[in-house]
């Protein structure tokens, strides 16, 4: 039996991380105050030298060029750059952390990662590729935009890659989930910082980094509230378990300042699903959330959340009804090219907030099948995989977590184009990388999750007697 004494248990890069994370953080101030982000030719230097900073670290060390794109992922601003308009950092950093991975791999001749949502994620890239060739031809959408849609489609298959195919010990994968954790945590405290919200609500929403909207925000907002909820079900520790529903507390109350009214829904049928499924506790939770939400959320906040049931017994918010006159003059579209649909491009971001509408009148029907044949493959090895593991841990905890964040990325994507958005696809890719990783790696990680959880539990309770 392996020995899994903590002596013999290999450091936690998680410290490494987090102080090349701040060294990199204070330069990036330092130069952000020195010159202006916002313009292009400072964007594209600053950009590029952080790339520049990432391949030379992931030769050294390929943690730290992951840290580096996590980081990028949650705190990067949105930029246009001449016809590109939503630029960002790791736009420079995933090619320069490709590439250093690469010869990496090909130096000490390494094996790729079994993907276990291979064949879906090629479907769907395949779709693209196809519907984009058809749309051109036809002159339904420009090659510039279809061109760059395909670009950053494959970004995200590419970090999912990266991630799969580098987290490889179970010590750096606890160490890399709470980091991400940890910058979404700055992202959205740094973003409620910049703000006016708080000064006056009434007529400001929290909107994120510089070029984010409200509502994909909030879904980036919901997806680490969902994680940090798993972890508050399943960690052994009383101590880590407060901690964890302290921080998702923190973030509920930024999301709050959303006024996104999709991820107050798709968070709560996140919650209610696993609640009904799997932790019948949390019902009670919800209650009690229910019962402190007027109690405690300012008035604004209620206002808004309260005008979602108009929804329901009409009238509804006019951003609903104008959301269901875009979905219904989305119809035509889809039914002109049922099959392949106009190509990638060809209906703008703002125009239907839908995800699923917009894949079918981009894509058709067969790219709306190869996204939810997708999301259902995700669905059905993550539900293997909660049922597989017997004893509460970290693990136990990411894929209790898991499964809230895929149910409400799922329905938010019903009023928002969550896997489009940059920012909670990114997101989302990363933290289904790491599912990947736990499909592929657990039977080897099972002993030494069982034991870290013995350990921290016996830690917490040694504590406890001793006070």
Not at 59 to 85: A, H, K, Q, T, Y
Not at 165 to 185: D, G, K, P
Not at 251 to 261: A, E, P
Not at 335 to 348: K, T
């Amino acid at each position: 039996m392996m020995d899994l004494d903590q002596s013999s248990k290999p450091p936690s890069p998680l410290p490494a991380i987090i102080v090349t994370s701040l060294v990199l953080g204070l330069l990036a101030y330092l130069m952000m105050a020195v010159t202006d982000i916002t313009g292009q030719a400072s964007f594209v230097q600053f950009s590029a030298a952080l790339a520049a900073l990432a391949y030379l670290l992931t030769l050294i060390n390929i943690r730290f060029g992951m840290g580096i794109l996590i980081l990028c992922i949650g705190l990067s601003p949105e930029v246009g750059v001449g016809d590109f308009n939503n630029l960002r950092f790791e736009d420079f950093v995933v090619p320069a952390l490709l590439v250093a991975w690469l010869l990496r791999t090909l130096r000490n001749r390494e094996e790729l990662a079994s993907n276990p949502f291979k064949a879906p994620m090629l479907a769907y890239l395949g779709v693209m590729i196809v519907s984009a060739l058809l749309g051109v031809s036809s002159g339904s959408v420009e090659w510039t935009r279809s061109g760059l849609l395909l670009g950053k489609n494959l970004i995200y298959v590419l970090l999912f890659l990266i991630v799969l195919n580098n987290v490889r010990t179970y010590a750096e994968f606890r160490a890399f989930v709470i980091f991400t954790l940890l910058v979404s945590l700055a992202a959205a405290t740094i973003s409620l910082g910049q703000s006016r919200v708080l000064e006056d609500p009434s007529t400001q929403r929290l909107h994120g980094p510089l070029g984010e909207t409200a509502n994909i925000f909030g879904g980036y907002v919901i997806l680490h509230i969902s994680m940090f909820l798993g972890f508050f079900l399943q960690f052994t520790s009383l101590r880590a378990r407060i901690v964890s529903v302290i921080c998702a507390g923190v973030l509920f109350y930024i999301l709050m300042f959303t006024y996104s009214r999709t991820s107050y829904i798709a968070l709560l049928c996140g919650i209610g699903l696993i609640a009904l499924l799997k932790h019948r506790r949390l019902v009670v939770v919800l209650v009690i959330m229910a019962i402190l939400f007027p109690l405690l959320a300012p008035d604004n906040v209620i206002a808004r959340a309260q005008t979602i049931l108009g929804i329901f017994s009409g009238p509804g918010p006019e951003s609903w009804e104008a959301r269901v006159s875009s979905w219904e003059e989305s119809q035509s579209r889809i039914l002109s090219r049922p099959a392949f649909g106009s190509g990638p491009g060809s209906i703008s971001f703002g125009d239907v907030d839908n995800e699923y509408v917009r894949v079918a009148v981009d894509l058709g029907l067969i790219g709306l099948a190869a996204l939810l044949w997708f999301l259902f493959r995700i669905a059905v090895r993550m539900y293997r995989l909660y049922a597989q593991i017997e004893t509460p841990g970290f693990v136990k905890a990411f894929v209790a977590g898991y499964f809230i964040l895929l149910v409400s990325i799922s329905v938010h994507a019903g009023g928002a184009t969550s896997f489009s958005a940059i920012r909670t696809m990114e997101a989302f890719m990363v933290w289904t990388g790491f599912l990947a990783v736990l499909i592929n790696r657990y039977p080897e990680w099972k002993e030494e999750d069982a034991h870290a959880a013995a350990l921290e539990a016996g830690v917490h309770s040694s504590a406890a007697i001793k006070h």
